[in-house]
Structure formats: C-alpha cells, structure tokens
C-alpha cells in the first residue's frame, strides 16, 4: 500500500485504507460516531469532576 503515513500494525494498516477508501457518506458517517463519542467522554470526565 502506497501511504504517507507508515503503519504499525494491522489495526494501523486497516485504518489507512478506511481513510483513502471510504465513500464520502461512509466518512460522513464515521465522523458522527467519533463526534457522538467524544460529547460522550466529555460528559463523563465532567460527571467524573463533580
């Protein structure tokens, strides 16, 4: 595989293809999750705080 960016491992590997595979709707898609999760674990360490 041809990558800027060099992989560790296969999980790293897997990953890269995702980046310079995935439709622009599955990237769409795929940033929603993260964006879900992060407003997820920001909550928590606020809760966490209190």
């Given at each position: 595989m041809n990558t800027l960016v060099p992989a560790t491992d296969d999980l790293d590997r897997e990953f890269l293809k995702l980046l310079t595979t995935a439709t622009p709707a599955a990237?769409?898609?795929?940033?929603?999750?993260?964006?879900?999760e992060a407003q997820r674990i920001?909550?928590?360490?606020q809760e966490a705080g209190q």
């Open positions: 990237m769409a898609e795929f940033a929603r999750i993260m964006q879900a920001g909550l928590n360490l």
